[in-house]
T-cell receptor, first 113, second 113 residues
Framework: DAGVTQSPTHLIKTRGQHVTLRCSPI?????VSWYQQVLGQGPQFIFQ???????GRGNFPDRFSARQFPNYSSELNVNALLLGDSALYLC????????????FGEGSWLTVV | AQSVTQLDSQVPVFEEAPVELRCNYS??????LFWYVQYPNQGLQLLLK??????LVKSINGFEAEFNKSQTSFHLRKPSVHISDTAEYFC???????????FGEGTQLTVNP
């Protein structure tokens, strides 16, 4: 079975642009979470979605938004990109919201120039 | 809110030597504890977790961690490391009733021949 898949794997954007990152969870998993990992730091929680509803939000500005589709895949959108948004964006999936076995994808490397 | 402190940002060791990666946490509520490993240019992989029961938990590749409630620690140990263990290791906590992981800053383990 496929694990958590994310796309694109790498991308470069210019300040002020918008970016959309995509995630497909493991088959059967209904919960998707997004994390931001800045170089040299641990991942920071951005959002969790379960059954297409937002179930948690971290301390990120409103420029960050996400949604979950009926097939449980998810998109993370970031508007008005800043240099500081350069990071590895990780998607994680689990069966449900409070599951303790959480699987991560390989991530999407975003560079803002 | 929870916080995680990984006391060493870098740990260099020689092959076949023992290693300990230290992790302390702070939380006002009950938490579960995790260790994740991140190989270069990859996502996070769950190494082991403590949910309840025996305070000593083990992974399939020889790592073990011990939950110490009084010292709020969850140190990771391996009696004999291999070159292939070179990676970044992250300690994380999650509220028992919650869904988001809170990570430490990571410890880079480098195993030298």
């Amino acid at each position: 079975d496929a694990g958590v898949t994310q796309s694109p794997t790498h991308l470069i954007k210019t300040r002020g642009q918008h970016v959309t990152l995509r995630c497909s969870p493991i088959s059967g998993h209904k919960s998707v979470s997004w994390y931001q990992q800045v170089l040299g730091q641990g991942p920071q929680f951005i959002f969790q979605y379960y059954e297409k509803e937002e179930r948690g939000r971290g301390n990120f500005p409103d420029r960050f938004s996400a949604r979950q589709f009926p097939n449980y895949s998810s998109e993370l959108n970031v508007n008005a990109l800043l240099l500081g948004d350069s990071a590895l964006y990780l998607c994680a999936s689990s069966l449900a919201t409070q599951e303790n076995t959480i699987y991560f994808g390989e991530g999407s490397w975003l560079t803002v120039v | 809110a929870q916080s995680v402190t990984q006391l060493d940002s870098q740990v260099p060791v020689f092959e076949e030597a023992p290693v300990e990666l230290r992790c302390n946490y702070s939380s006002s509520v009950s938490v579960y504890l995790f260790w994740y490993v991140q190989y270069p240019n990859q996502g996070l992989q769950l190494l082991l977790k403590y949910l309840s029961g025996s305070t000593l938990v083990k992974s399939i590749n020889g790592f073990e961690a011990e939950f110490n409630k009084s010292q709020t620690s969850f140190h990771l140990r391996k009696p004999s490391v291999h070159i292939s263990d070179t990676a970044e290791y992250f300690c994380a906590v999650k509220e028992t009733s919650g869904s988001r992981l809170t990570f430490g800053e990571g410890t880079q383990l480098t195993v030298n021949p």
